[in-house]
């Protein structure tokens, strides 16, 4: 079973760690709706886990491919610059 806090490094592709998951849990213990259909937010939080999974998975392919369209084109010069 994994923490909150690994559960949050995978969806947001390790941009978030223990100090995002402990603001969590605190605002999660302050929340009056957690109790009313915590099986609903469980579901919820799945899902988005395994869209961004998916996004991230996408993103990782798209970059493979352009790094190989790149390479093919005699353009990997173009990968040094900001942004690209």
């Known amino acids: 079973m994994c923490t909150l806090e690994c559960t949050l490094k995978e969806a947001f592709c390790s941009n978030c760690g223990q100090k995002k998951a402990e603001e969590l849990k605190a605002a999660t213990k302050a929340s009056v709706a957690v109790g009313f259909g915590s099986k609903t937010l469980t579901f919820e939080l799945?899902?988005?886990?395994?869209?961004?999974?998916?996004?991230?998975?996408?993103?990782?392919?798209?970059?493979?491919?352009?790094?190989?369209?790149?390479?093919?084109?005699?353009?990997?010069?173009?990968?040094?610059?900001?942004?690209?």
């Open 46 to 84: 799945r899902l988005f886990h395994e869209e961004s999974e998916l996004v991230c998975s996408q993103i990782d392919e798209v970059e493979f491919e352009l790094t190989r369209l790149l390479d093919k084109a005699s353009g990997r010069w173009l990968l040094s610059v900001p942004g690209i």
